[in-house]
């Protein structure tokens, strides 16, 4: 098993819907959660942090369940700019490391 | 300010020729990270510094790469003998003290080996 897996999609919605993206990771240990937003041939830059509790920003809704080892990003009236690949990362273990997902690609269409 | 920069951003070598990509982080931060992309992959974690020491070397997916920090600064990693399996983009972040921090990546390298 992967250690962090994320459906690749694509997932194509329609400008204003809502989409919610999944990952899931293997290590119960793992300690901090983020998302990361790729576009096309771009590096990856920081979309948010994860925390326990949950949180939000503007349209963005980030989730964490321990329990049952997923994290969630949740995108509200959806715009075409929010087309890119959202890439899961997942730092476990006392050293740096961290791990990132395949990434979930978006296409918002007009 | 400067963000973290990479050189060249784009490299076109013929098999078996070394090729070496430098990363200059952002300045102060001491976390720096080479990943590699291949063409519709995920990124794939080679090697992380901190300061000059690289605690964790598990991602070299072979003796052919290689890689140094002086200074606290910048890093160079190489790839000696390369191979056509090599072609990716080979991308750098930093980090001010730990990946508990924001990694913020450079443009990336792409090479391609013919």
């Known amino acids: 098993r992967k250690e962090v897996e994320q459906d690749p999609g694509p997932f194509n919605v329609p400008e204003g819907a809502t989409v919610a993206f999944n990952c899931t990771y293997s290590n119960s240990a793992s300690q901090s959660f983020f998302w990361y937003r790729q576009d096309c041939r771009k590096e990856p830059k920081l979309l948010m942090s994860?925390?326990?509790s949950g949180n939000e920003d503007g349209r963005f809704t980030a989730q964490l369940n321990r329990a049952s080892q997923y994290i969630s990003l949740l995108i509200r009236d959806s715009k075409l700019s929010d087309s890119a690949t959202y890439l899961c990362?997942?730092?476990?273990?006392?050293?740096?490391?961290?791990?990132f997902g395949i990434g979930t690609k978006l296409q918002v269409i007009p | 300010g400067a963000g973290v920069s990479q050189s060249p951003s784009n490299k076109v070598t013929e098999k078996g020729k070394d090729v070496e990509l430098r990363c200059d982080p952002i300045s102060g931060h001491t976390a720096l990270y080479w990943y590699r992309q291949s063409l519709g992959q995920g990124l794939e974690f080679l090697i992380y510094?901190?300061?000059?020491?690289?605690?964790?070397k598990s991602g070299l997916p072979s003796d052919r790469f290689s890689a140094e920090r002086t200074g606290g600064s910048v890093s160079t990693l190489t790839i000696q003998r390369t191979q056509q399996e090599d072609s990716a983009v080979y991308l750098c972040a930093s980090s001010l003290v730990s990946s508990k921090e924001t990694q913020y990546f450079g443009p990336g390298t792409r090479l391609l080996v013919l």
């Open positions: 994860v925390y326990s």
């Open positions: 510094f901190q300061g000059n020491s690289a605690p964790d």
């Open positions: 990362v997942v730092r476990t273990g006392g050293y740096q490391k961290v791990t």
